[in-house]
Structures are given as C-alpha cells and as structure tokens.
C-alpha cells in the first residue's frame, strides 16, 4: 500500500461545476499538507498549505484536512477552463515516522471543458 | 526574472553517454533538490542539498551524481544513459531543512533516451 493514494484521473467537468479532488494517506504522522497545481509542460506550484486538521480558503479554492480519516480534499468552485491541469498532494510530519520528507500522490490530472 | 531555472530544457540523446542538467534559484533558499518525474506524473525525490552538503539521497542508481557548487546551484550528472533513465527532471529549492512542504520548481529538463 503507497503512503498516499491519489486516483489519477482523468476527470472532466464542464465550466463552473464544483470540483473534489481527495487524497488518503496511512501515516498519521503527517502534519502539514499541501496541494500542488502543475500545468502540461511546466513545473508544480503550490497552490494550498495547510497545518494539521480543519479548513482553509483561498478565492475559489478551499482545502480541507480530516486527521481523523486520514483524509483531504481540493475543492474549486465557480472551475474555470484556465483550472485544467494535474493536481497533486503532498504531505510531511516530524521524525521519526515520517522525517519531513515530503510524501507526494500520483496526481490527479483535471480538464474542464467550456 | 526566473525564480528557479534550470538548463537545458531538452535533452535527447543516446543510451549510453553521459549528460549533464544545471540549476540555480535567486530566492536565496538554502535547500535544493533534483525530482524525477515519470510518464504517469509522479514525482520522485532523488536528492536534497542544504547549504552545499548532501542531506537526502534515495535509492538512486550511482550512475546519477548531484553537484552542489554553492547554495544557490544544483547540478545533476548522469553516466551511461539507460533508456529508463526518460523522464523529466525537476529541480526545487525551500527554505532551511525542515521541509514543511513549500517548494518551488523550476520548469523541467525533459530527457528523452533512445
């Protein structure tokens, strides 16, 4: 079993639909999470950072953390053509389990069609 | 002005010579990686410098060998090209060691091996 599981996709929705992207992971050692947005060709940028369990929102994006599931979520609103692109998580904690290594999923790659 | 930039872009060679990929970032991070990048997107650490000093190194065959200058330059060597070594290498940079997640990537040396 991989630390942290992504599906890849792809998952297509038109123009302004909500989009859910989630990742799981086994070790409850992680603590800081984050999402990675990576468009064909170039390299990831981070998009959202969020410390342990709860919510946070950013425009149209919200990320939320369920510590309890080992669980988290990507949700955009309002998606846009210009949101096509891969999504990826990460995740890192504090040694000994998990040593600040960042722990990537495979990517999940979103199209959004006009 | 590139954050992180790394040259050349790319490269397309045969198996069994020898390549080189260069990097350097201005934001004044003290840590840099090289990731690796397969055809299914996932990225895979191969090698981390904190202020020119060697401080993560994955199982990697030793036909890659990183170079670190000064902290602002990561090089990456690779010998005897091997048709698996065809991805795309990233190179990153954060701040300090403790890597709570917030890279920035350069664009990508994408290597083609035939």
């Known amino acids: 079993q991989k630390e942290v599981e992504q599906d890849p996709g792809p998952l297509s929705v038109p123009e302004g639909a909500i989009v859910s992207l989630n990742c799981t992971y086994s070790n409850s050692a992680f603590q800081y999470f984050m999402w990675y947005r990576q468009y064909s060709r170039k390299g990831p940028e981070l998009l959202m950072y969020?410390?342990s369990s709860g919510n946070k929102e950013d425009g149209r994006f919200t990320a939320q953390v369920d510590k309890s599931s080992k669980y988290i979520s990507l949700f955009i609103r309002d998606s846009q053509p210009s949101d096509s692109a891969t999504y990826l998580c990460?995740?890192?904690?504090?040694?000994?389990?998990?040593?600040?290594?960042?722990?990537w999923g495979a990517g999940t790659k979103l199209i959004i069609k006009p | 002005d590139t954050a992180v930039s790394q040259t050349p872009k790319y490269l397309v060679t045969q198996m069994g010579n020898d390549k080189s990929i260069k990097c350097e970032q201005n934001?004044?991070?003290?840590?840099m990686y090289w990731y690796k990048q397969d055809s299914k997107k996932f990225l895979k650490i191969m090698f981390s410098y904190n202020n020119k000093e060697l401080i993560i190194n994955e199982t990697v065959p030793n036909r890659f060998s990183p170079k670190s200058p000064d902290k602002a330059h990561l090089n990456l060597h690779i010998n005897s090209l091997e048709l698996g070594d065809s991805a795309v290498y990233f190179c990153a940079s954060s701040y300090g060691t403790a890597n709570t997640g917030e890279l920035f990537f350069g664009e990508g040396s994408r290597l083609t091996v035939l």
């Open positions: 990460a995740m890192t904690g504090p040694p000994p389990n998990s040593n600040y290594q960042l722990i």
């Open positions: 934001l004044g991070h003290d840590t």
């Open positions: 969020t410390y």
